[in-house]
């Protein structure tokens, strides 16, 4: 790398243009600290152009040098004539020397470099080189994500949106997969309640042919919360038994009506009368605790009332 050591005038660095900004990082209050009491230990390198510079790295540390009204600073400046993709690896090496990058610098860092490279396979050896994925499966994955709306993104850098989930919300509707990424927040979900909510949701828009975002600005869905006598997991509990509700309300009315007839049978905790899986056949399937053949005994007679029992007729003659 040809530069050379220079004090510029800082209103001579155009802060604004982001050609070659990594960083998804905006705070600087640690690096003022930093630049007030020992004084700048990795020097900003610029890049001329027609008016001023163009900032390659040290965008956070400039804007820290603003704040702290400093007049001049000084910098490294690369000749006028260096290529861009020289910059660009510049950058992308500064951010990744310091610490790793995220999966949205990582993806800003991908589509930089990604008009410079014909082949994803050698792509990945350069990416490789700088510490970055080099796996072109996973290469094309981060490459969409710096493209998806900001709530999305954020979700992701929150740690509550994974790589998997962004890419499944980025494909629907820009308004629907901003309305997920801010539930997502809001419940802080595992992925595992993130698929089941978002598959029973798109089931619904299918189901009743109304749009996604329809269905989780639901009153009753707004209702839960923004419920403050409900803790999170309250909330989770609940939405999700509306959402499953909602999409199987055949089976969920066949769940009551077993439920109310099996109060009635009060088989007690030494018995359980299992249904078939969603209420489909007609095979159940009864359970029998015991210790001892004293105790089995006694289930027989538990058994020889619940035959008798009229509810049980109830459950058993269900139309399928």
């Known amino acids: 790398m040809r530069c050379k050591q220079k004090i510029v005038k800082l209103s001579l660095i155009d802060s604004k243009d982001d050609s070659f900004r990594i960083t998804t990082q905006t705070n600087v209050d640690h690096l003022m600290d930093s630049i007030h009491h020992v004084g700048m230990l990795n020097l900003p390198l610029l890049v001329e152009k027609e008016t001023g510079y163009k900032i390659v790295c040290g965008f956070r540390r400039i804007e820290a040098c603003r704040r702290l009204n400093r007049a001049d600073l000084e910098v490294r400046i690369l000749e006028s004539h260096t290529k861009q993709l020289e910059c660009i690896t510049y950058a992308i090496t500064d951010n990744s020397l310091q610490r790793p990058l995220n999966l949205i610098e990582q993806s800003i860092s991908i589509n930089l470099l990604f008009p410079f490279f014909k082949e994803v396979s050698v792509l990945g050896q350069e990416l490789s080189a700088m510490g970055l994925p080099e796996n072109p499966s996973i290469i094309k994955k981060i490459k969409e994500l710096c493209h998806l709306p900001e709530s999305i993104q954020n979700g992701i850098l929150s740690n509550t949106i994974s790589l998997a989930m962004a890419l499944e ?41 109304i749009p996604i975002l329809k269905v989780i600005k639901n009153g009753r869905v707004q209702k839960i919360l923004a419920n403050k006598d409900l803790d999170r997991n309250q909330k989770i509990r ?6 499953k509700q ?21 088989i007690g905790s030494e018995t359980k009368l299992i249904p078939p899986d969603n209420f489909e056949g007609t095979t159940y399937i009864l359970k029998l605790f015991f210790k001892n053949l004293t105790e089995l005994k006694d289930r027989q007679s538990s058994i020889d009332a619940l035959i008798k029992n009229p509810s049980l007729n109830k459950i058993l003659d269900r139309p399928n």
């Open 246 to 266: 909602r999409r199987f309300p055949v089976i969920t009315a066949a769940e009551k009506e077993f439920e109310s007839h099996l109060k009635k049978l009060k």
């Open 169 to 209: 919300l980025g494909r629907l509707q820009q308004n629907a997969g901003e309305g997920f990424a801010k539930l997502f927040k809001t419940l802080k979900l595992s992925l595992n309640k993130q698929k089941e909510i978002l598959t029973l949701v798109k089931e619904i828009s299918l189901r009743e042919d």
């Open 238 to 243: 609940k939405i999700r038994i509306y959402l």
